[in-house]
């Protein structure tokens, strides 16, 4: 496994299609095909706007210049989705992910911000699962849902199991509020995994209830991803 997995632009992670490609072992070019298919979907969403993908170059060994992709941690997640039937992509989705929190985890201590400031950056991250949940609540309500609304309540639910499986606290603490560097990463990413999900749903026209469904499949492999323990039931 690559060990530079993740860097940094202007103070910003990002991953990059070179680093999942070598990784994964399979050709760049085809991957770069998935990841313009997943660009052409999310551009129909609004919600998408956290997602980055920068286009960019790259020269080989024998001088030709080709096309790579920079990927934030959201557009990466979105992408792993598109590849779990690679034969190394749970490894790599592991260690990628882990990358990216450790990441985070070294900006925080670099730049002296407050476990505060952390705290508000995941409650910022929760705002964002929100508004894609409300888009979601109207997509259920016109696909026929009487009780969409339910799903603010739902989805939380459905974060916070997971969380409590990777965390396994026995002190009684809601766990969204224990507030070590670590924890507030497994937030944010669970957080990031049921928008994304929740959202490409959407771009895809599914129905509502399948969309649920998938958006917890996808929350409980990240928490296997993030902790080795027996898979969610």
């Given at each position: 496994m690559k060990t530079d997995l993740v860097h940094t632009i202007k103070n910003e992670i990002f991953t990059n299609t070179l680093i999942v490609s070598e990784n994964l072992e399979v050709p760049h070019t085809n991957l770069l095909r998935t990841v313009r298919d997943v660009i052409s979907k999310i551009k129909k969403h609004p919600s998408h706007q956290r997602?980055?993908?920068?286009?960019?170059q790259f020269?080989?060994?024998?001088g030709r210049t080709y096309t790579m992709y920079e990927m934030n941690e959201d557009a990466y997640m979105l992408l792993a989705m598109q590849l779990s039937n690679y034969e190394k992509a749970f490894a790599v989705q592991m260690a990628i992910i882990k990358a990216f929190r450790l990441m985070a985890i070294a900006l925080v201590n670099q730049q002296n911000i407050s476990w505060i400031e952390a705290r508000k950056n995941g409650k910022i991250e929760r705002v964002a699962e929100t508004d894609i949940i409300k888009e979601f609540v109207d997509y259920?309500?016109?696909?026929?849902?009487?009780?969409?609304?339910?799903?603010?309540?739902?989805?939380t639910k459905m974060?916070?199991?997971?969380?409590?499986?990777?965390?396994q606290d026995k002190t009684g603490v809601p766990v969204r509020d224990l507030s070590t560097m670590e924890n507030l990463g497994f937030i944010m990413a669970l957080d990031k995994r049921a928008g994304n999900a929740i959202a490409y749903g959407m771009s895809e026209?599914?129905?509502?209830?399948?969309?649920?469904?998938y958006a917890?499949?996808?929350v409980n492999k990240l928490a296997d991803v993030l902790v080795f323990r027996p898979k969610l039931k």
């Open positions: 997602i980055v993908f920068l286009e960019s020269t080989n060994k024998q259920a309500t016109k696909q026929g849902s009487t009780s969409s609304k339910m799903y603010y309540i739902n989805i974060t916070n199991k997971a969380l409590e499986f990777i965390i026209n599914m129905h509502y209830k399948d969309i649920y469904h917890k499949a996808e």
